[in-house]
């Protein structure tokens, strides 16, 4: 066989273990002053994974080989930067029905003012996986309960209408956060750790919500105590940095969940341009079981401010453009 072919297979195959969260072979952590494993820098989630198994995909954990290069090929076709943007789970999805013959195109309009276009996102990261989900098998987010789906349906309602002021708006759009953990991909994606001996800095790029999280074995506070990245403590396992979060406000992940969430977070290189992001979900109002998901990160440029401010001007005009509206149907 050619030598060159030879490396490129070898190089191929090492990427796809990885990504799927195996630790390159031939390589060495990189460590801090203190021993521990370095985990700082810039990285990024560009992983074209979609967090849900798609139905068409059910059984199936992994495609082929022959089957992501089809749909890397296609996606590059469709969201090349000469097209519109698709965002999230979206860019899979339709890559897949595309292959799959069942959808000719895809828009990425609102309705309203019009299409982005795929010169704004990043070419995405693929590999053979078909959900970000680990647990359950089947690769689906668990049902919700009653109360989580009373919940979703009034606040699907109340976004319907008009607002009255700026606490009728989400929290994203009053840039308030966009939860923790965060699972955007492919948009603003990137985050950035800091380490040091005592504590871990985790800031995302989206709203830069940043997390200083303690590693001097502190309790949590009471339970009382309520914010919108909950309260955060972490430790060592070997060679993986574990978050533990609770303390969360209500709504502070996916815009539904309750104050009894409980986040674990599992850190740990998996090779020299890679890092293994693990999370478990818990939180027995909003789902009816546990469930984990593995997003594995990639090395990325370094993050530039996002200038998004509670207050800003965008919530200024969504307000204005409602009493607006209500002007016109007045009359």
């Not at 029905?97 to 895809?106: L, Y």
């Not at 828009?107 to 003012?113: A, C, I, L, P, V």
């Not at 699972?183 to 995302?204: C, D, H, K, R, W």
Request: glycine share 8%.
């Amino acid at each position: 066989m050619n030598n060159r072919f030879l490396c490129f297979v070898i190089g191929a195959a090492t990427l796809v273990s990885v990504a799927q969260g195996q630790v390159a072979p031939n390589w060495k952590t990189p460590r801090t002053p203190d021993g521990r494993p370095d985990l700082q820098g810039y990285w990024a989630n560009n992983n074209a994974t979609p967090l849900e198994r798609p139905k068409e995909l059910a059984g199936r954990a992994t495609l082929t080989d022959q089957e992501v290069a089809a749909m890397k090929k296609k996606a590059h076709e469709l969201f090349g930067g000469k097209s519109d943007a698709a965002f999230g789970d979206t860019v899979f999805l339709s890559t897949l029905a595309n292959v799959q013959g069942t959808k000719a195109g895809f828009k990425s309009t609102d309705g309203e003012t019009g299409d982005y276009s795929s010169v704004w996102t990043v070419e995405r990261d693929w590999d053979n996986r078909t959900s970000l989900i680990t647990d359950p098998p089947d690769g689906r987010i668990p049902a919700m309960t009653a109360d989580a789906q009373q919940r979703r349906e009034a606040a699907r309602a109340a976004a319907q209408r008009p607002a009255t002021g700026p606490e009728d708006r989400s929290l994203s759009e009053r840039c308030i956060t966009y939860g923790t953990p965060q699972l955007t991909e492919g948009y603003q994606s990137n985050y950035e750790i800091v380490q040091s001996p005592t504590s871990v800095a985790f800031m995302t790029e989206m709203i830069h919500d940043a997390r200083i999280i303690p590693l001097d074995g502190h309790p949590h506070p009471p339970a009382a105590v309520k914010q919108w990245l909950g309260d955060s403590r972490g430790h060592w396992e070997g060679d993986t940095l574990v978050i533990d979060t609770t303390n969360y406000k209500p709504r502070a992940f996916m815009s539904v969940s309750s104050d009894k969430l409980h986040v674990t977070e599992r850190f740990s290189r998996s090779g020299p341009e890679t890092l293994k992001y693990e999370i478990t979900i818990d939180d027995p109002d909003t789902w009816t079981k546990p469930w984990s998901l593995m997003i594995p990160l990639r090395n990325s440029a370094p993050v530039f401010e996002y200038a998004c401010h509670e207050g800003n001007e965008g919530l200024i005009g969504i307000l204005a453009g409602a009493r607006a509206a209500e002007a016109a149907a007045a009359k």
